[in-house]
């Protein structure tokens, strides 16, 4: 049971590249979250979904993009990347109802930096 | 919005002894809390929540919690405390009343001295 999956584990970008974090999710959650985590800043909400074809705007949402054509993906986009986006992100799923209702599964996260 | 402030940016605490991280919440309905641990290079790993019930909510390695609504607090507590219950804690709410959204508090860091 894979659980949540994020690729590439690192990446190293020059400002103004763009590139996919992927996340997919194999418990067939109905809602995917997307958080960043800087150092004294904690874990910060930049989308989520409530379902496929569904998503909205966390707390920092600027310079980024997500979609939800599947139950299963939760990509997140980096259009144009700046110093600023440089940090780990984090994908996490969880489910509405059951015994492990509301409770957030993690990936091990996608060490960015952009240089 | 919903909010979450973990008021202390480290706790120490010699091992044996009870712990306590602390944790207030803003919402507008009725909350969903949770604590959520983070060991050294790993991810994050889920340890207790809150939804419904009993304010005292038991979780894993032996941390507990309690709802206190009056206060808006959810202080993570344990009575013995282990050398390898070092590690970064959060605190996370849902707002029930308003939308879907998990959001963290910044984080405490929680050292055990031997």
């Known amino acids: 049971n894979a659980g949540v999956t994020q690729t590439p584990k690192f990446r190293i970008l020059k400002i103004g590249q763009s590139m996919t974090l992927q996340c997919t999710q194999d418990m067939n959650h109905n809602y995917m979250y997307w958080y960043r985590q800087d150092p004294g800043m904690g874990l910060k909400l930049i989308y989520y979904?409530?379902?496929?074809?569904?998503?909205d705007k966390g707390e920092v949402p600027n310079g980024y993009n997500v979609s939800r054509s599947t139950t299963e993906d939760f990509p997140l986009r980096l259009e144009l990347a700046a110093p600023s986006q440089t940090s780990v992100y984090f994908c996490?799923?969880?489910?509405?109802?059951?015994?492990?209702?509301?409770?957030?599964?993690f990936g091990s996260g996608t060490q960015l930096s952009v240089l | 919005a919903q909010s979450v402030a973990q008021p202390e940016d480290q706790v120490n605490v010699a091992e044996g002894n009870p712990l306590t991280v602390k944790c207030t919440y803003s919402?507008?309905?009725?909350?969903?809390l949770f604590w959520y641990v983070q060991y050294p290079n790993r991810g994050l790993q889920f340890l207790l929540k809150?939804?419904?019930?009993?304010?005292l909510v038991k979780g894993s390695y032996g941390f507990e919690a309690e709802f206190n609504k009056s206060q808006t607090s959810f202080h993570l507590k344990k009575p013995s405390a282990l050398v390898s219950d070092s590690a970064l804690y959060f605190c996370a709410v849902r707002d029930m009343g308003r939308d879907d959204k998990i959001i963290f508090g910044k984080g405490t860091r929680l050292h055990i001295l031997p």
């Open positions: 979904s409530v379902g496929a074809g569904i998503t």
């Open positions: 996490a799923s969880s489910r509405p109802g059951g015994a492990d209702r509301e409770k957030l599964f």
């Open positions: 919402v507008s309905g009725n909350p969903y």
């Open positions: 809150y939804i419904t019930g009993d304010n």
